[in-house]
């Protein structure tokens, strides 16, 4: 059984920065894609950013040129670094990883809460 450790989620104040990162149990490489979602309360679960199965990035439009996604694959770990934080930020962040099988992982999930 896959799993996956978040990290790094807290409270900071708008215009802030964290980092995240998220630890496999297993080596990264063997994933079709991974990234990172977010669910804020009363809301559904969105992609925030993720790799591609060809290994090239995307990010939801809200967080382009503030949030940056890298993976280490030595480490097994993919962060996200996440710049100039709003209000809107404020969730729960997820990390999670797909199989070329299509079995999809989720890990528990980190609290991100931004301030005023």
């Known amino acids: 059984q896959e799993q996956l450790a978040e990290s790094g989620g807290g409270l900071v104040q708008a215009g802030g920065s964290l980092r995240l990162s998220c630890t496999a149990s297993?080596?990264?490489?063997?994933?079709?894609?991974m990234g990172w979602y977010r669910q804020a309360t009363g809301k559904q679960r969105e992609l925030v950013a993720g790799f591609t199965s060809t290994g090239n990035t995307n990010y939801a439009d809200s967080v382009k040129g503030r949030f940056t996604i890298s993976r280490d694959n030595a480490e097994n770990t993919v962060s996200l670094q996440m710049n100039s934080l709003k209000l809107e930020d404020t969730a729960a962040y997820y990390c999670?990883?797909?199989?070329?099988?299509?079995?999809?992982?989720w890990g528990k999930g980190t609290l991100v809460t931004v301030s005023s």
């Open positions: 999670n990883a797909l199989s070329w099988s299509g079995m999809a992982y």
């Open positions: 297993q080596k990264i490489l063997r994933f079709k894609t």
